[in-house]
């Protein structure tokens, strides 16, 4: 049983860290700060980088402003464009590591099985057999990262290469081929965008139109990255602007009150660029979506309508039957033939720490407290699970904004509420059941006035038929991350070990 962090140092309470993506890291670098050295992050992968070390197909980018998809004390003045490339944003956090010294406090391949609370502590076990144990328990594993593959008949029939999005081949040949995608989310229109022209076909199967929203694709020169260099006050402009704060409070509004204007000035704009993109009349209607704006995640693409009329492009909206060998079978019966197929059709959302098995106070399993939806008090704590923090965990802030911004903010919260384990007041500290449960029917009661609910389909939409995401602006999520209403929580004390 090991009691200590990786690099032997120790002050202040030992953290154990759940993954090393953009939040993991981002615990890291924050305990550091404090000059807390006393921590382990577990991944589950080879390297660190999270979704953007597990994605790597073609066409790859954040479709949030490359200089907003970074640390607020870490800007990179050499992102090579407005929208960066996935393979950019790794390269990135690769950099967080070394420059905040977090190498010696990452144990790579170690997937985690069980978190135990016992005796005032976690107690973790990874799939190979390794213990730890730990006051503080960070699960930073992010919410696309079991890929989802839909339920058609026959998917393993297929004769030729057929792969998940987040798990490419990169072996398999993908020029002059016969290319299959399956879905139209966001991963799906940066595939077609990448692959139109290089396959000699390439069919898009469509079961839902998307609203598609331009954004500059602006490359950044030589002279460009020089400035941010020299002045980080435009890479603040970039992060700040004000049309993107205009935009952003539009798109709230359309979210939040579906029957204000700003929701019919949204679509209107979304619509105008589908047609002014968009030639061909038959075309254009299979692209025009037959639901409100902003009730799926809104789409961020420069070239998806073109790439869409590239004359080797198709979109088929046709009605999957099976997979076959030689290629999708249509409910009308048509056999569209393939070579490759690739599957965009998403992530399971609702996983987040599962599968692993976490057991907090008296013995509650987190499976159980979930077995409807899964829960968290403003999307960070547990009730019975103390000193355990969820970063971007369930019902937080998912939809068009920086992620990093999200984790950091809540990062900030949880280290105020952690403070008087610190102080030794308590052992423990976490939510009670009835703070969570008002927030829930808050959460639930302003869930159901969005255009989330408008009635789409997205992975947004929980079990219980409501969006599992912040439902209020984002100036009210500021607020409540600024300070823990202590009130909300209960203290535990020393608990006998078995």
Same mark, same amino acid.
């Given at each position: 049983?090991?009691?200590?962090?990786?690099?032997?140092?120790?002050?202040?309470?030992?953290?154990?860290?759940?993954?090393?993506?953009?939040?993991?890291?981002?615990?890291?670098?924050?305990?550091?700060?404090?000059?807390?050295?006393?921590?382990?992050? %577990?991944?589950?992968?080879?390297?660190?980088?999270?979704?953007?070390?597990?994605? =790597?197909?073609?066409?790859?980018?954040?479709?949030?402003? !490359? &200089?907003? %998809?970074?640390?607020?004390?870490?800007?990179?003045?050499?992102?090579?464009?407005?929208?960066?490339?996935?393979?950019?944003?790794?390269?990135?956090?690769?950099?967080?590591?070394?420059?905040?010294?977090?190498?010696?406090?990452?144990?790579?391949?170690?997937?985690?099985? =069980?978190? +135990?609370?016992?005796?005032?502590?976690?107690?973790?076990?990874?799939?190979?057999?390794?213990?730890?144990?730990?006051?503080?328990?960070?699960?930073?594993?992010?919410?696309?990262? &079991?890929?989802?593959?839909?339920?058609?008949?026959?998917?393993?029939?297929?004769?030729?290469?057929?792969? &998940?999005?987040?798990?490419?081949?990169?072996?398999?040949?993908?020029?002059?081929?016969?290319?299959?995608?399956?879905? =139209?989310?966001?991963?799906?229109?940066?595939?077609?965008?990448?692959?139109?022209?290089?396959?000699?076909?390439?069919?898009?199967?469509?079961?839902?139109?998307?609203?598609?929203?331009?954004?500059?694709?602006?490359?950044? =020169?030589?002279?460009?990255?020089?400035?941010?260099?020299? *002045?980080?006050?435009?890479?603040?402009?970039?992060?700040?602007?004000?049309?993107?704060?205009?935009?952003?409070?539009?798109?709230?509004? !359309?979210?939040?009150?579906?029957?204000?204007?700003?929701?019919?000035?949204?679509?209107?704009?979304?619509?105008?660029?589908?047609?002014?993109?968009?030639?061909?009349?038959?075309?254009?209607?299979?692209?025009?979506?037959?639901?409100?704006?902003?009730?799926?995640?809104?789409?961020?693409?420069?070239?998806?309508?073109?790439?869409?009329?590239?004359?080797?492009?198709?979109?088929?909206?046709?009605?999957? +039957?099976?997979?076959?060998?030689?290629?999708?079978?249509?409910?009308?019966?048509?056999?569209?033939?393939? *070579?490759?197929?690739?599957?965009?059709?998403?992530?399971?959302?609702?996983?987040?720490?599962?599968?692993?098995?976490?057991?907090?106070?008296?013995?509650?399993?987190?499976?159980?407290?979930?077995?409807?939806?899964?829960? !968290?008090?403003?999307?960070?704590?547990?009730?019975?699970?103390?000193?355990?923090?969820?970063?971007?965990?369930?019902?937080?802030?998912?939809?068009?904004?920086?992620?990093?911004?999200?984790?950091?903010?809540?990062?900030?919260?949880?280290?105020?509420?952690?403070?008087?384990?610190?102080?030794?007041?308590?052992?423990?500290?976490?939510?009670?059941?009835?703070?969570?449960?008002? %927030?829930?029917?808050?959460?639930?009661?302003?869930?159901?006035?969005?255009?989330?609910?408008?009635?789409?389909?997205?992975?947004?939409?929980?079990? *219980?038929?409501?969006?599992?995401?912040?439902?209020?602006?984002?100036?009210?999520?500021?607020?409540?991350?600024?300070?823990?209403?202590?009130?909300?929580?209960?203290?535990?004390?020393?608990?006998?070990?078995?």
């Amino acid at each position: 049983m090991s009691n200590s962090s990786s690099n032997g140092e120790g002050n202040g309470l030992r953290t154990i860290i759940i993954g090393a993506g953009m939040a993991g890291l981002l615990a890291g670098i924050k305990l550091k700060e404090r000059g807390e050295n006393d921590f382990t992050i %577990y991944e589950k992968n080879d390297g660190v980088g999270g979704t953007w070390k597990e994605n =790597t197909y073609p066409g790859l980018a954040c479709d949030v402003p !490359a &200089h907003a %998809y970074t640390y607020s004390f870490a800007y990179n003045p050499e992102w090579s464009s407005f929208l960066a490339p996935g393979p950019e944003i790794r390269e990135y956090f690769e950099d967080m590591v070394e420059r905040y010294g977090l190498e010696n406090h990452i144990r790579f391949n170690s997937e985690i099985d =069980t978190c +135990e609370w016992r005796g005032g502590q976690w107690h973790i076990r990874t799939k190979d057999g390794h213990e730890d144990v730990g006051q503080v328990l960070v699960a930073a594993t992010g919410v696309l990262h &079991h890929p989802n593959f839909p339920k058609i008949e026959g998917l393993d029939d297929f004769a030729g290469p057929s792969f &998940h999005s987040a798990r490419w081949d990169h072996s398999v040949q993908l020029d002059g081929k016969r290319i299959g995608v399956i879905g =139209t989310g966001s991963t799906g229109v940066q595939i077609v965008g990448a692959l139109a022209g290089r396959a000699s076909k390439l069919i898009q199967f469509q079961r839902t139109a998307q609203y598609i929203m331009s954004r500059p694709g602006v490359a950044y =020169t030589e002279e460009d990255k020089r400035a941010f260099r020299e *002045d980080p006050s435009k890479i603040e402009m970039i992060r700040d602007n004000p049309r993107s704060a205009e935009f952003r409070n539009l798109f709230l509004e !359309a979210i939040l009150k579906p029957e204000s204007t700003a929701l019919d000035d949204l679509e209107a704009m979304l619509i105008q660029n589908l047609e002014e993109s968009v030639k061909d009349p038959v075309l254009l209607e299979k692209l025009r979506p037959n639901y409100r704006a902003a009730c799926k995640r809104l789409i961020f693409s420069n070239n998806y309508y073109e790439a869409v009329q590239h004359p080797d492009v198709e979109i088929e909206t046709g009605a999957i +039957e099976r997979i076959e060998p030689e290629g999708v079978r249509l409910k009308d019966g048509t056999l569209v033939e393939l *070579d490759v197929l690739v599957l965009a059709t998403g992530f399971k959302a609702d996983q987040f720490v599962r599968p692993m098995t976490i057991t907090g106070e008296g013995g509650m399993d987190l499976e159980e407290l979930w077995s409807q939806t899964p829960r !968290a008090y403003y999307a960070v704590t547990v009730p019975n699970f103390p000193n355990m923090v969820l970063l971007n965990g369930p019902s937080g802030p998912v939809g068009n904004f920086s992620l990093i911004d999200v984790a950091e903010a809540q990062w900030n919260y949880f280290d105020q509420l952690i403070e008087p384990v610190r102080k030794g007041e308590c052992l423990g500290i976490a939510p009670t059941m009835e703070a969570l449960d008002a %927030y829930d029917v808050r959460r639930k009661e302003a869930a159901a006035k969005t255009v989330w609910a408008s009635g789409c389909k997205s992975w947004y939409i929980g079990d *219980d038929g409501l969006p599992q995401v912040w439902s209020w602006s984002m100036d009210h999520f500021w607020d409540v991350m600024s300070k823990p209403k202590f009130d909300d929580y209960e203290l535990f004390e020393a608990i006998a070990a078995e």
